[in-house]
């Protein structure tokens, strides 16, 4: 089968898992062509009890390389914002729309260089998306940046429009996979403030978008 045909995660995702369940089936996922050059799948990290849900765009170099998600510097923006809007770290259950690192390697050494995932990569990650959602109950859920955005509201998203605003779920009577959160937060992806050019500027609102998921959990 080539990468084109892949079906998609469907096939590797376990009727009837938990959280842990989960993590360990999607080491072995090959749904889509980016398992072949990645170092592993990055699944999430958090309890399935949390009450804030943080979906990103994907792992980025050091989080493939040590299996966790938002352990880079975007991790550290997120973990200083966390702690500033007075969210409990240990609330949070962190995650990624695509499981697998996407790079192109350039220059002295072929460092690994980001590259945004194609629809075709969110496409084929969802269906882990929807299991950690059908388990999770989060009461707000935060969307990082345009790609998790475009996994959970579709491709109408854009952040710049709807970020920092309370977007309530569906209720938990409709069958969509996300129902039971209380509300969707969207901001921009942390590494956005790492590369602004007046990255206090950025920062600040930022943070500014997290108070607002924060005052949702008070």
Request: hydrophobic share 40%; glycine share 8%.
């Amino acid at each position: 089968m080539n990468d084109i045909e892949r079906p998609g995660a469907q096939e590797w995702v376990p009727a009837g898992a938990d959280i842990d369940q989960l993590r360990s089936a999607a080491r072995d996922c090959r749904g889509c062509e980016l398992y072949k050059d990645a170092t592993q799948t990055v699944f999430s990290q958090g309890a399935a009890t949390a009450r804030v849900v943080f979906v990103g765009e994907q792992p980025g170099d050091q989080e493939d390389r040590q299996g966790i998600p938002f352990v880079g510097p975007a991790g550290r923006v997120l973990d200083r914002a966390l702690e500033e809007a007075g969210i409990d770290r240990s609330d949070a259950y962190v995650t990624n729309a695509v499981k697998h690192f996407r790079f192109s390697r350039s220059g002295p050494g072929k460092r690994r260089l980001h590259q945004t995932p194609d629809v075709a990569h969110i496409n084929a990650c969802k269906p882990w998306l929807e299991a950690e959602l059908a388990i999770l109950d989060p009461e707000v859920l935060v969307i990082l940046g345009s790609i998790a955005g475009r996994a959970l509201l579709g491709p109408s998203f854009r952040v710049t429009k709807q970020r920092g605003t309370l977007i309530p779920m569906p209720s938990r009577d409709d069958e969509d996979f996300a129902r039971k959160a209380g509300f969707m937060v969207p901001t921009v992806h942390p590494s956005a403030v790492l590369r602004a050019d007046d990255q206090d500027t950025a920062y600040a609102a930022f943070l500014a978008d997290l108070r607002i998921a924060a005052a949702a959990l008070a």
